[in-house]
């Protein structure tokens, strides 16, 4: 008889083990009594919010929708720039321990990461992960401080990718554009007494040239070079630094970056667009629920995605004046476009974490084809340690190529730092 007991209390563990590690399935709530069930399919940071050890957490009404992971398809054109210019793909270790690539030209570098250097090739094909070489965006901001003050801005955004393209009809190194990669001009059109202050942030394509970042003040009527030091200062006002731009905007080569392994991991790749039409508060409660702002399942479905998970690190020699000693970064398979982040600060402890939402857009000059591009819809980052928070919704359409209005594609106005000398003209 205590044999026959023993073993059915064995049975029952199984079964209450089983269940307490369940993926959840299509159509799944989760909410704050039940999230502990499925907590391996959550990033670390969504976690901690759900476990309710700091002053951000969950609200008790939250609730996230589960619906069944739909692939997102690469643009044709940037599958074929991989298979033509993958396989001369090679990485150069640098003295301070991080890597460099030779002999890239366009589409992902490793299609199939792996071998000891996987994170490593994981990192880069992050990096170059595909995106249109002009887009524009209008977005709302909140900045929450620790007593529940809202500080609220517009932003324009006009970012440009000159280097690596793989856009129909242009070539992969986009003419006149010197040495940049990437670019991104962030202006405040509102409130009144901010207006006109923009954030210009250049990436060179060589990597071991810093990156640049300058702020053009109204106040002075003229704009000024950051230090580099200014790496882990405030962009635009909130939470996010340079280096958070996308959740991926480091200096590649000081860092090194290790595969934790492959994961299902919750994310929002296709949300349903939920658009402001200003920035009331009102407007963000609308579509999240306060204090904490998570979104409303109505405007995002988590899907259980296929993911990669690298842990990024400083290279010795760059760790002791960088904020950051870690950050985790969870990579969805199809895209890889980062679906969340998790940063830590110099002494190994969870600062900040926070997801980017994703909806899917079609690919421009591809006459109509099922290609789909994510596109930042709704971006957050809570910073745990000092009670602030930073949440950017949008408040119109990304616009991509050749449905980006003719003013924003002068890149002497929008992408070099001479053209801040015309904010406000």
């Given amino acids: 008889m205590r044999t026959k007991e023993l073993l059915g209390s064995m049975i029952a563990l199984a079964v209450i083990s089983s269940l307490a590690w369940a993926d959840p399935a299509p159509g799944t709530n989760i909410t704050t009594q039940n999230w502990q069930q499925y907590k391996e399919s959550m990033p670390l940071g969504m976690q901690e919010l759900f476990a309710g050890k700091y002053a951000w957490r969950m609200p008790p009404d939250a609730v996230m929708q589960v619906t069944a992971a739909v692939p997102i398809h690469l643009p044709a054109k940037y599958l074929q720039d991989t298979e033509k210019y993958a396989g001369q793909v090679k990485m150069v270790r640098m003295a301070g321990g991080g890597f460099l690539l030779r002999d890239y030209v366009a ?235 998790d940063l830590y600060d110099k002494n190994g402890k969870l600062w900040k974490t926070g997801p980017e939402v994703n909806y899917p857009l079609t690919v421009p000059g591809t006459n109509g084809e099922q290609l789909a591009l994510p596109a930042g819809a709704w971006s957050e980052l809570w910073d745990l340690q000092n009670v602030h928070s930073s949440i950017s919704v949008p408040m119109e359409p990304a616009r991509f190529t050749e449905d980006v209005a003719a003013k924003y594609k002068n890149v002497e106005r929008y992408a070099t730092p001479a053209g801040l000398d015309q904010v406000m003209q």
């Fill in 107 to 341: 589409g992902m570098p490793f299609p199939k990461p792996s071998g000891p250097e996987r994170g490593e090739q994981i990192l880069f094909d992050t990096w170059y992960r595909y995106q249109p070489w002009v887009m524009t965006g209008m977005v709302g901001n909140a900045e929450i401080d620790s007593y529940g003050n809202i500080t609220n801005t517009v932003v324009g955004e006009v970012n440009f990718k000159f280097r690596h393209i793989s856009d129909v009809g242009l070539p992969p190194f986009y003419p006149g554009a010197d040495d940049m990669f990437t670019v991104a001009n962030l202006e405040v059109l509102q409130p009144e007494q901010s207006k006109y202050t923009t954030n210009l942030v250049i990436v060179p394509d060589n990597l071991t040239e810093e990156q640049q970042n300058y702020v053009f003040l109204p106040s002075l009527r003229r704009s000024l070079r950051l230090s580099t030091a200014a790496r882990c200062s405030p962009l635009v006002g909130g939470d996010y630094t340079p280096d958070d731009i996308n959740l991926l905007n480091i200096q590649i080569p000081q860092f090194t970056a290790k595969s934790l392994g492959d994961r299902k991991i919750l994310m929002v790749m296709h949300s349903a667009r939920p658009f402001i039409n200003s920035t009331a508060e009102s407007e963000f409660t609308r579509i999240a629920y306060p204090p904490l702002m998570w979104p409303r399942p109505q405007y995002a479905k988590w899907e259980l995605r296929d993911a990669y998970v690298i842990d990024i690190r400083p290279v010795p020699s760059y760790a002791k004046g960088y904020c950051y000693s870690r950050r985790v970064l969870y990579v969805d398979k199809d895209t890889m476009a980062p679906g969340w982040v």
